[in-house]
């Protein structure tokens, strides 16, 4: 019995730390509020997509955090996202 026990007690916490797991992996997708156009846009893995493709065409790092960016290179962003719709997207 106390092999059976020890089993589950593993079994629940191997359960437990996947779904914390689980649960960081979902935090990356958040809404962003875009001022100049006045609308949300959810930062996902599309969105981040678009944003590294900005990122590139317009010689800037791509692995800095967009909430980083100064209000000018956000408003940037926005321009070019809100011209490049989602069926334009490799």
Do not use: I
Not at 47 to 74: I, K, M, T
Request: charge should be negative.
């Amino acid at each position: 019995m106390h092999k059976r026990s020890r089993f589950l007690s593993s079994l629940f916490l191997a359960g437990a730390l996947t779904f914390s797991v689980m649960g960081t992996a979902c935090a990356h997708h958040y809404r962003v509020y875009d001022p100049y156009y006045s609308d949300y846009h959810v930062w996902d893995n599309v969105e981040v997509g678009y944003y590294h493709q900005w990122a590139r065409d317009n010689h800037r790092d791509e692995h800095r955090d967009f909430r980083s960016l100064p209000p000018g290179e956000q408003k940037e962003y926005w321009t070019w996202r809100h011209s490049h719709g989602d069926h334009d997207h490799h």
